[in-house]
């Protein structure tokens, strides 16, 4: 903001410089005379030699003399202390003399019409928001319809800021769309300020509008990340994996909870093979920690796209991080399911000794079963017969123990019939 100020004092200074005669106007405004113009050049001659104290003193000398000069001279002699003020970082004095620029009259409208936008701006940065609205419809008044397109992202912030969020959002539209209607993009904050006015106000399919423009204009990583995480809270879960996606391509997600983010998108997505991949390299990366949070999610992934090997290591790698046995009980399920029986045995004994299971007859189940699938009966049946002492597995123990009575009877009987 500092420097839009000072850049308007040195324009205006400049101007009078060359062309004095820009006092002369329709209002008849009287003409700054060289006696007045070369003090004040004196003492902008001091301040931008880097000594503002010194042009201040100038100034002061100037204003012994304000009986003797006209509305333009004063306002001139006013505008100057407002910007070495300013360059001093004394805003509530820049304010005093600026807003002193504007209750001169006559003055010429390019003199009036800076300063009070120079004087919204600044009450603005000083939190001052009505006063802020006010030196707008003031400026309005001078600069005529044709330039009202200028204050909009102004208003809009000093209406945001003042919690107005519905009144904020048509003038911030409208300069965005005066700015498309020449074929330019705008500036970037003013997509920003208008996302933060759809949030306040709960409209989440126009903030996502509005991001699908900042990546049009802007492209920036954050913006592919959030329009995702808008996409999931409007429950467009197509369009929020497919943008994770085309951002994971491009190298955007680089944190560890997009990352995350990516991953859960394609496992709930029904792409579990990419998502197993994807927390895979994150952990090996050091993206993401291999915590039990995140061990247990590259588990179900790998089990979902029947990777069983990368399964059972996720599984291995989790359990030891967990304090009760229901991991190695799932370790043991995928082992069973994929016939790797001892494996299977090894893992549910495991989860058994650790105990804290939810359904531990399960694991008893999946020892019997694993047992009569090596032919070996009677541990198998005295698994079944543990299993039936717990109710969630007590008729599928019944079932499975008449089963394996029976194949041992026929071993035995075939075992016979060899060896006659």
Not at 135 to 142: A, F, G, I, K, M
Not at 144 to 157: F, H, I, P
Not at 189 to 212: F, K, M, P, S
Request: charged fraction near 25%; proline fraction near 2%; hydrophobic fraction near 40%.
């Amino acid at each position: 903001m500092r420097k839009f100020i000072v850049l308007i004092g040195w324009v205006l200074f400049s101007q009078f410089l060359h062309d004095a005669a820009i006092a002369q106007d329709s209002k008849r405004v009287p003409a700054l005379r060289e006696q007045v113009y070369s003090q004040l050049a004196r003492a902008q001659e001091l301040a931008d030699g880097g000594d503002v104290d010194a042009g201040l003193e100038a100034l002061k000398n100037i204003e012994t003399k304000l009986g003797s000069m006209n509305s333009y001279e004063r306002a001139m002699l006013w505008n100057f202390y407002g910007y070495m003020h300013y360059g001093k970082d004394r805003v509530t004095e820049a304010l005093h003399y600026f807003d002193k620029v504007v209750q001169e009259e006559p003055i010429p409208d390019a003199l009036k019409q800076n300063t009070l936008f120079s004087l919204a701006q600044l009450a603005l940065g000083q939190g001052d928001y009505a006063e802020t609205l006010d030196y707008l419809s003031r400026w309005e008044q001078v600069a005529g319809d044709e330039q009202a397109s200028k204050a909009d992202v102004l208003r809009a912030q000093a209406l945001y800021q003042k919690g107005d969020y519905q009144q904020a959002l048509a003038p911030i539209k409208r300069a965005i769309k005066a700015a498309q209607s020449q074929g330019e993009s705008g500036d970037e904050n003013w997509y920003v300020l208008q996302r933060a006015i759809h949030y306040e106000l709960g409209q989440t399919a126009a903030v996502a509008d509005v991001l699908e423009q900042m990546i049009k204009y802007f492209n920036k990583p954050d913006y592919w990340i959030q329009l995702a995480g808008v996409y999931g809270q409007l429950g467009q879960d197509e369009q929020q994996l497919a943008m994770l996606e085309a951002a994971y391509q491009q190298g955007f997600l680089s944190e560890g909870q997009d990352l995350q983010m990516l991953v859960q998108s394609y496992f709930f997505g029904g792409v579990p093979y990419k998502a197993g991949r994807v927390m895979e390299q994150a952990i090996e990366q050091g993206k993401l920690e291999a915590d039990l949070r995140n061990l247990k999610l590259l588990a179900q992934s790998w089990i979902a796209a029947k990777e069983t090997d990368k399964a059972v290591a996720a599984l291995q790698r989790a359990a030891e991080l967990s304090n009760d046995g229901e991991l190695d009980a799932q370790r043991a399920q995928v082992l069973l399911n994929s016939e790797r029986y001892a494996d299977a045995i090894t893992a549910a004994k495991t989860a058994l000794a650790k105990g804290n299971l939810e359904k531990p007859g399960t694991m008893h189940l999946v020892i019997g079963m694993a047992e009569l699938e090596q032919e070996n009966y009677n541990p198998a049946l005295q698994a079944f017969a543990k299993a039936k002492a717990f109710e969630e597995a007590r008729k599928a123990a019944a079932q499975w123990e008449r089963f394996a009575t029976s194949e041992k009877e026929q071993a035995e009987r075939l075992k016979q019939l060899q060896s006659s």
